[in-house]
């Protein structure tokens, strides 16, 4: 069992920055493939950063390329999510998901360990 805790999230204005901290933990020895979701009220959740092989390379959707960067910290147990560039469309509420087979994937059905979400809100 994968426990994913994630922090950071808030208010700021468009065109500011954020980073969002996830901490995971309950792996073991197991490698750990991680990604990061958000849904805005009303819509569907977006998979939109996705990591491999513990902080190789990495998969941006279109939506937050260039913007987004996501990185790792095996030694902490942290996954981050730099955020800048941000815009009113980016505001919702922002997951990180676990899973340990595939690394990689922005599909959220392909992950099976999740967290509570932090809300991210950027006001125009």
């Known amino acids: 069992q994968v426990q994913l805790a994630e922090s950071g999230g808030g208010s700021v204005q468009a065109g500011g920055s954020l980073r969002l901290s996830c901490a995971f933990s309950g792996a073991g020895y197991r490698r750990v493939c991680l990604g990061w979701f958000r849904q805005a009220p009303g819509k569907e959740r977006e998979g939109f950063a996705a990591i491999y092989n513990g902080g190789g390379s990495t998969n941006y959707a279109n939506s937050v390329k260039g913007r987004f960067t996501m990185s790792q910290d095996n030694a902490k147990n942290l996954v981050y999510l730099q955020m800048t560039s941000l815009k009113p469309e980016d505001t919702a509420m922002y997951y990180c998901?676990?899973?340990?087979?595939?690394?990689?994937?922005?599909?959220?059905?392909?992950?099976?360990?999740w967290g509570q979400g932090t809300q991210v809100t950027v006001s125009s």
């Open positions: 998901a676990a899973d340990l087979f595939r690394c990689g994937s922005l599909d959220g059905y392909r992950y099976s360990y």
